[in-house]
């Protein structure tokens, strides 16, 4: 399988940990985002209408799930 098999899919587990594939900032639903204040525990697929990369303004399209055997 590869890496790139899931880009810019946002039906993922709850839990997985999304990466940009621009800038590689890391999405962590543990984290939130306090940027676009989104509360922590939020899924990828939860995401606000809108929500873009708080590093480089990235589209969800342009996240990749990361595979960090969590």
Known sequence: MSIFEN????RVEPGARME??????VY???????VWQVAPGTPFSELP?????PNCDAPPS?????DDGR
């Open 7 to 10: 880009f810019g899919e946002r």
């Open 28 to 34: 962590d639903p543990q984290n939130g985002d306090p």
């Open 62 to 66: 342009k996240f990749m799930r990361l």
């Open 49 to 53: 209408e809108g929500w873009t990369c």
């Open 20 to 25: 940009c594939g621009i800038c590689w900032f």
